[in-house]
Nanobody, 124 residues
């Protein structure tokens, strides 16, 4: 399994970015997809996740209403649309995947494969 994340960059507060994660997996729709982030000096934290079969989504409270996770099963790709970005969103964002789903989707230990990370910087 390989994951390739892209789309990071630097934006001003209030701006938007869309991250993409291309996955090389057997049957993409059978895999849950997730995004975590890690700021300097902090632990990796859950951002958003989307299930495979029904595309049910989950979000961290800090990003609800601002971020949207989605997936395109035909393209084996997951996305994270980030709107109204804040300086505290600055971090390296990692995409991740696992077969099936875990009720503890918010724990990074529940995910099996990780991408290389993409930097998001929100600054004026």
């Amino acid at each position: 399994v390989q994951l390739q994340a892209s789309g990071g960059g630097q934006v001003q507060p209030g701006g938007s970015l869309r991250l993409s994660c291309a996955a090389s997996v057997g049957t993409f729709r059978q895999y849950g997809m997730g995004w975590f982030r890690q700021a300097p000096g902090k632990e990796r934290e859950f951002v958003a996740a989307i299930r495979g079969g029904d595309s049910n989504t989950r979000y961290a409270d800090a990003v609800k209403g601002r971020f949207t996770i989605s997936r395109d099963n035909a393209k084996n790709t997951a996305y994270l649309q980030m709107n109204n970005l804040k300086p505290e969103d600055t971090a390296v964002y990692y995409c991740t995947t696992r077969g099936g789903w875990s009720v503890q989707y918010y724990r990074h230990s529940e995910w099996h494969y990780w991408g290389q990370g993409t930097q998001v910087t929100v600054s004026s």
